[in-house]
């Protein structure tokens, strides 16, 4: 019954415009969510690799309950599925080569599910980079904390990653600029502080970022040699 | 975790390095200055007892396959300390994967610097130990009108940057820039020599890398340029490439890196001589074949105290450590985990060897942003 419906493809906009109108689920109290006003996990597309026994078919059901669009996956595939918010998985032995992306450049939050006695393996957890593990048969309340706190830790991560990748553009713009002002202290015999200026006005009146007026002129610069 | 007790296991490690595709010229030396290193080391009877085992996978030139296979040393082979890469395009392949993963990358190639991460040791040479004496060297010896040839990608193209801005802080002119794709074919350079000889410049600066380079330097032989007048000056160029290419068509060209074979002293001649007994007298050593060398060499002493393999005690431990490598004594920067090294600047003679035009006083302190200097040049 929980495969009929067809997975949600990757709603990453959808995502990340519920975000800011429901408060973070982290920071709720620790009573089951979905007593409350809003279901955090609405529409969060999961896909859930684990056999279709009863403590699977449980784990699905509470996804189901709380608003999310859980996605029944068996047996494992080579790769696990790309396109959902969560990747609910089994931790088999070779789970890490199943995993589609490279670890620290993951695209879902993943959650790795072991049955209660299993043995600790945080090599083998290290390995998936996984953003949280479940123990099978799960409680509603452990299911809830686990989802939530794997999605805050992997959205937490992109937003770091974002800020690395910003940090090293501006870098770039930096440098794009002193040598844009070095241009025009030549070419206009003007001090630093005015070459600046010009940046600024140039760029305030085409409405472009400093950034970019001063690698049009570097650019330039370069054309002309 | 992963540290030792009293066990005579072997101490496992990654390497990377493209022993087929259009980097294999280069790559392979690195390969075999890596296993060099590790057979001496085990020669001497391991570290701590326990002999260095390498893990080695081919990524066949391609960038991807050098993430794919950092994740299978890593996570199949569980391995976290890996020697490898030559193109900043398969360095930073390998980037999230060391950091996530937290393993550890010996990286032994010069790059274009503005990087620093917690998961890396750069042995090889940053612009500030390369680029800035060699712009200065050239515009006395050969003039002020440069122009750049690089090679498409990452590396190329921010040293051109940094080169650029040198060359134009000290009064000179960049008269052409052109890019190659990476695995350039010889009739593609014919065009662009016809440019270069319409430009007239007193330099050319070529940060082509791979296969691409003897054709570069073919190319312009044909066209019969002379190299004592414009030279092609490079950081890439090696005597690997010069063997390649040919010793005519490279003598008297220039290149700037921290190591020439050409270089005297006992510790480079018994690395010479070693490395010559293992490959044969024809094979040449080079800088980024060195920096592969030297590396394991810094490995073996840093594990020798930590006699961990944990990355955080590794890495912590690396930092600072001395070593007499062949370009002389050498040191981890504590400050950027980049190496401090030696400057020099090297001619291509007929023997396919550099003599050495310019040495710097004493190694280099390494400065991957360009700190130290002035700043239109930190933000070249």
């Known amino acids: 019954m929980h495969d009929r419906n067809q997975p949600s493809p990757a709603r990453r906009g959808a995502i990340a415009a519920d975000a800011p109108r429901s408060p973070s689920p982290a920071a709720r109290a620790p009573q089951p969510a979905r007593t409350g006003p809003a279901f955090p996990f609405a529409d969060v597309s999961i896909a859930v690799v684990c056999e279709r026994d009863a403590h699977g078919d449980d784990l699905v059901r509470e996804l189901q309950r709380l608003r999310a669009k859980p996605h029944h ?10 396109g959902f918010d969560a990747v609910f998985c089994v931790l088999i032995d070779d789970l890490p080569r199943r995993v589609p992306w490279l670890p620290g450049e993951p695209e879902s939050a993943l959650v790795v599910l072991l049955p209660r006695h299993a043995p600790f393996r945080p090599d083998l957890m290290r390995d998936c980079a996984a953003h949280g593990a479940l123990v099978l048969p799960a409680d509603p309340l452990s299911v809830q904390c686990t989802l939530a706190l794997a999605r805050d830790h992997f ?11 910003k940090l090293d553009e501006n870098l770039r713009n930096m440098r794009s600029v002193e040598r844009a002002k070095t241009i025009i202290m030549h070419r206009n015999s003007v001090s630093e502080d005015e070459a600046y200026q010009l940046l600024r006005r140039q760029a305030m009146s085409r409405r472009v970022s400093i950034g970019a007026v001063a690698n049009a002129i570097v650019d330039s610069q370069e054309l002309l040699g | ?28 030396t690195q390969l075999r200055g890596t296993l060099t290193a590790i057979d001496e080391v085990n020669a001497a009877g391991g570290i701590n007892g326990r002999p260095i085992e390498p893990v080695i996978y081919d990524p066949g030139s391609e960038s991807r396959a050098f993430g794919r ?32 993963l937290n393993g550890l990358l010996w990286y032994p190639t010069l790059y274009e610097g503005f990087e620093f ?79 270069v000889k319409d430009a007239q410049p007193d330099v050319i600066f070529s940060t082509v890398v791979g296969q691409s380079t003897v054709f570069l330097y073919q190319t312009y032989h044909d066209f019969g340029f002379d190299p004592k007048v414009t030279p092609i000056a490079s950081l890439t160029t090696t005597e690997a490439e010069i063997q390649a290419m040919g010793h005519d068509v490279g003598e008297g060209h220039v290149t700037a890196a921290p190591y020439f074979q050409g270089l005297g002293g006992t510790r480079n001649s018994s ?48 930092l ?40 710097s006083p004493s190694r280099v302190r390494a400065d991957p942003y360009l700190i130290g200097y002035a700043r239109s040049l930190a933000f070249a």
């Open chain 1, 155 to 165: 959205r937490y991560e992109k937003r770091l990653r974002g800020r690395i990748d």
């Open chain 2, 271 to 318: 690395f010479v001589q070693l490395y010559k007994k293992r490959y044969g007298e024809d094979q040449s050593t080079n800088m980024c074949l060195e920096a592969a060398y030297f590396q394991v060499h810094l490995f073996a002493k840093t594990l020798e105290q930590t006699n961990s393999l944990d990355t955080e005690v590794l890495r912590t431990s690396a």
């Open chain 2, 320 to 359: 600072g450590v001395e070593l007499d490598a062949p370009q002389g004594k050498v040191a981890v920067n504590p400050v950027c985990g980049h190496t401090d090294l030696w400057t020099r600047i090297g001619r291509a003679n007929r023997q396919g060897q550099f003599d050495i035009v310019y040495e």
């Open chain 2, 117 to 195: 991460s917690p998961n890396v040791i750069y042995t090889g040479a940053a612009p500030n130990q390369n680029s800035v004496e060699l712009c200065r060297l050239l515009m006395e010896m050969y003039g002020r009108r440069f122009f750049f040839i690089g090679s498409d990608y990452v590396y190329p193209r921010e040293s051109n940057r940094i080169m650029g801005e040198l060359v134009r802080a000290s009064g000179g002119e960049v008269v052409g820039e052109r890019y190659l794709r990476l695995n350039a074919e010889r009739s593609e350079f014919s065009p662009l020599l016809r440019e």
């Open chain 2, 69 to 100: 296979l950092a994740k299978k040393l890593m996570v199949d082979d569980g391995v976290s300390t890996i020697f490898g890469c030559y193109t900043s395009s398969s360095r930073r392949a390998v980037l999230p994967v060391v950091e996530r």
């Open chain 2, 1 to 28: 975790m992963r540290s030792s007790s009293q066990t005579t296991e072997p101490w496992r490690v990654g390497v990377l390095f493209s022993q087929s595709g259009f980097m294999a010229v280069i790559e392979e």
């Open chain 1, 73 to 82: 996956v068996w047996p494992p595939p080579p790769q696990l599925p790309l």
